[in-house]
Structure formats: C-alpha cells, structure tokens
C-alpha cells in the first residue's frame, strides 16, 4: 500500500498587500509534514509566486477566477502537488462551466473548481463555493454534479476538498439560522455512489460570528485507510488546515 499525505486550507486573502512571510511560512508547513497534494483556496497569483519558488518540486495547477487578472480578488484554486500529472483543468462552477469568469446570479463572485489527474489515474478537486446563500452553494454542487457524470470512469479514485462554505455546520453541535443542510447531507450521500467517503473530524475550520463553523471538508476513497486526519493551526489564516494521511491500495 502506498502512503499519501493530503492538506486542504483557504490561505485566505485579505485584499491587502501580500506579506510574504505568510507564503515562506506555509513551504515550511508543506515541507515539515512532507504533503504530497496540498489544496488551496483564495491564493492571489503573488502569493503563488512566492510559494512557488520555495516549492521547486511541486507542480502548481489551475487557472485563476478572472483569468490572467491581476486584480487582487482574482484567487485560484490551486492543486499543488509532487505527485506526476496527465492533466489540469479548470471549471466555472456556473451554468456556463467552460466560460472564464462566469458565475450564477447569485453567486458574490466567480467559483471555481480546479481537477487534476495523475498518471495513476486519481482525481484531485479542488473547490470554493459561495459565502452567502445556500441556494447558490447547492447549485454549485449539482454543477460538480454533472461534471462528475460525464466521467466513463465512475469509481476512479478521487480526492475532493475545499472550503464548501457551510456556515450552517456549527462545531459545538448547536442550532444556526443560516438554513437547511439537507443540500450538504445529500451531496454526501451522491458521493457515497462514486465510492467516497467523507472525512469527519472533530473541532471547526474557522470561526465566524463568535462560533467555530465547519466549512472546509474532504472527500477520500472508502477503499482508502485512512491513518490519521486533524485539523491544524498553520498561523497563515483564518481557516484552519485539514492535514490527513491515508494508505492507498495501489
């Protein structure tokens, strides 16, 4: 069985000036816990740069919201990984998946997926949905939905993660008026059809109005044995990281 070393974590832009030793600091975390797939949500193109050139070993994949912009808002969703790849690409989490910068209505800004493929033939997805309504959140997942149908290979390894944006999951187990879960709780189910499980890990991944939320998450094979999954203080962000080691069998 071959060990992997998966991390998923919003480096968060705050649409200031980027303070370069928040993406020093992160290589640290990425080369200390020897990640071999590291998935980030909100990284500017500097903040990529810089990272970038302390990872020379990685390969950085996906494009970013609005293209080649260099508008501060305009964040990727990066896969970054050590792992050989056969191919990248980026989707619009919109009725309009291929078309750059497009979004719902709703939608505060673009959302993105970013999948990469690796010669082994696993699937890593990328995502960040919206922060502001459930309604948008869940069409997003049906476009991811429909993505995933159009792979002949149903039950090809994946590994999805990101920040989902579910401000509805309290931590401590309590009651929110931000509305339904049922979308999240159906979505799960829909991936237990693609073989995946997900990963349920004590404790929040930010908090936000005084209340530690579940936002962030991670989907993994069910044939995979998980050997451990936390969640991580990194100090670079808001968010905390999802830091999880499994046993492929392959």
Known sequence: MENLTIASLNVHNNYRKLNVELPHHLAQIIRENDIDVFCAQEMTMEYRDVLRKELDNYSFNGLARCGNSQQRGNELCAVITKLPKVSVKTK?????????????????????????????????????????????????????????????RKHRPRIITGDFNTLEYLADGGKTKFGNIKYFEDFKDEMKEYGLKHLEIRGGTIKFFGRERIVDHMFVPESWEVTSAELKDTEVSDHKMILTKVKMPY
């Open 92 to 152: 619009w989490l919109s009725d309009t998946p291929d078309i750059v910068g497009s979004r719902f209505f709703y939608s505060w800004c673009p959302r993105i997926m970013t999948s990469v493929i690796t010669e082994s033939g696993l699937e890593i997805i990328n995502l960040h949905l919206d922060n502001i309504l459930s309604y948008t959140r869940k069409r997003q997942l049906e476009v991811l939905s429909s993505i995933l149908k159009e792979d002949l």
